[in-house]
């Protein structure tokens, strides 16, 4: 289930569980009421199970669903403002960068092949940065679009054959972290929901070494995946979880360190849920950064480079074509 799913179905068991409604009456109702989609299918497969015989988590039999049920609703909402804030983030400067690939493809197919033609019938000596624009402006697709097209399905290639192992899945994690702010965005995201739902499952008394599982089986994140199985051995085999993170790349040193101390002191789940809000702090600040500084930014390197292009390219051959007529 994606987020909004999760949001969704939480709140309906919630409901029933306030009211005092037999969960497996309830969905398969609410099942046969709703229309076709993912919703509905689970709806209906949860309340086929619970007529079966078998049961939700511990959360039923200790009678705390409602809570149990609220705080993971929370988190889910959590999870998708993150996703908003990182998808928000990265539209505009993807806005500009596309606006800017429209403007570079209508001056290569409409405006330089007029010049061409000009500086072909004077049989003017051009500069070899005009010829070089010229020369992309005859040949568009040779020069232009096949380059695009060839870098994209080779990114797309490699992305794919890398999703096939869980160490090239790895290597593609370590790939987009090193994009400058987006990569580090997207991380502390991660990081963020890592974080809230560790501090969850440690506030229910899921044993240390079975929240790390759980956790970890949960990200999107390989990177977080593969370190928590490793971290979940050293604690089952007696390691505290401050020697169990040391080196593992989970996480920084410094939230490390807070985790250990939190673990010695008894509030792990505390410690975890204030390491989860500096997380998305940083995600906030750094999409404001990403949505204030980086258009602008582009906007201004897209501008001085078609003027400098544009200047040194074409008005100078034409200034001097001008001179040349006027003597």
Known sequence: ?????????????AGMARAGLPLDQGLAALAREMGKG?????????????????????????????????????????????????????????????LAAGLFGFVTFFVLPQFDQIFHDFQMQLP?????????????LVGVVVP?????????????????????????ARFIYLIPVVGTLIRSARLAGFADLLAIL??????????????????????????????????????PLGKALCGRGLVPEWVSWMMGLGERRGSLGKTLHQIAETYRRQVE?????????LPPFLILCTAGLFAAFFVFGVMLPMTKLLEGLSK
């Open 202 to 239: 440690v506030d229910n008394e899921i044993p240390l070494p079975e929240a790390f599982r759980l956790t970890g089986q949960s990200s999107s994140d390989p990177i977080m995946a593969a370190a928590t199985k490793q971290i979940e051995h050293d604690l089952n085999q007696g390691l």
């Open 38 to 98: 993912r919703l509905q299918q689970v709806t209906a497969a949860l309340a086929k199970d619970l007529q079966a015989g078998q049961t939700l988590p511990e959360a039923i039999r200790t009678g705390r669903i409602s809570e149990v049920l609220a705080t993971l609703t929370t988190y889910a909402r959590s999870v998708v403002n993150l996703r908003t804030i990182v998808l928000d983030a990265v539209f505009y400067p993807s806005v500009v960068l596309f």
């Open 148 to 172: 695009v097209l060839g870098l994209l399905a080779t990114v797309l290639l490699v992305r794919l054959l890398l999703g096939w192992t869980e160490k090239g899945r790895g290597h593609w």
């Open 128 to 140: 070899l940065i005009t010829e070089f624009m010229l020369a992309v402006s005859r040949y568009p």
């Open 1 to 13: 289930m994606n987020a909004e799913t999760l949001i969704a179905l939480n709140e309906e068991i």
């Open 285 to 293: 600040v750094r999409a404001v950064l990403l949505k204030s500084v």
